[in-house]
Structures are given as structure tokens and as C-alpha cells.
């Protein structure tokens, strides 16, 4: 599933958001920024939708953290803090199944 992260109506970036810590209500992945993205823009007001739908993710913060000055290349990734068990559940239950899968 791709999922866009918006600045008001930009779409700044894409994600696959492949990455998740249910415990800790994390979920994570590599950005591909578009024309809107700016290295060193304010990051004020991101938001998280779904492509498909253009349902918004509730999320309590969302950080993003370029490192292509580092590396040399493209480096994009996003972290958000998803609001809730229920948001987390709702969204990305593949990375709860996941992480109880470890357990059984």
C-alpha cells in the first residue's frame, strides 16, 4: 500500500510505511520525495493519507530525516507515532500480525 505525506495540499513524499513497532505505535519507511520536498523545508503539519482512498492516518507526530547529504545519494525516511491502538490496528494490521507471529 503506498501512503503520501502532504504539507497542506502538497504531496511532499511517497511511502511504503514498510516498516512498524506496534508496541510502541511506530511506523516507519523509505520516502520518495516529489518536486514539493525540500531537504531543509519546516516540517510543520505533516500528514499521512492513504493513495487509494485519501483517508488520513491520525498520527501524534511525524518526523522526517534526510540523510542524502551523508550518503551521497537519496535518503529519505519518515517516522510517525500513530494516535492510537484502534488507528494502529485500523491501518496497519500487518505489522501487529506480524509482531505477534514472533511469539507463537
Avoid: W
Amino acid at each position: 500500500m503506498k501512503y503520501e505525506i502532504r504539507v497542506e495540499d502538497k504531496i511532499i513524499g511517497t511511502t511504503d510505511l514498510e516498516g512498524g513497532d506496534p508496541p510502541m505505535g511506530f511506523v516507519f519507511g523509505a520516502v520518495d520525495p516529489t518536486d514539493f520536498y525540500e531537504s531543509n523545508g519546516g516540517r510543520t503539519a505533516l500528514r499521512i493519507y492513504i493513495r487509494e482512498t485519501n483517508e488520513e492516518i491520525a498520527t501524534e507526530h511525524i518526523a522526517i530525516e534526510d540523510h542524502s547529504g551523508e550518503f551521497g545519494e537519496q535518503c529519505v525516511e519518515v517516522t510517525a507515532l500513530v494516535s492510537s491502538a484502534e488507528e494502529y490496528e485500523k491501518f496497519f494490521k500487518h505489522h501487529l500480525d506480524a509482531y505477534e507471529k514472533q511469539f507463537r
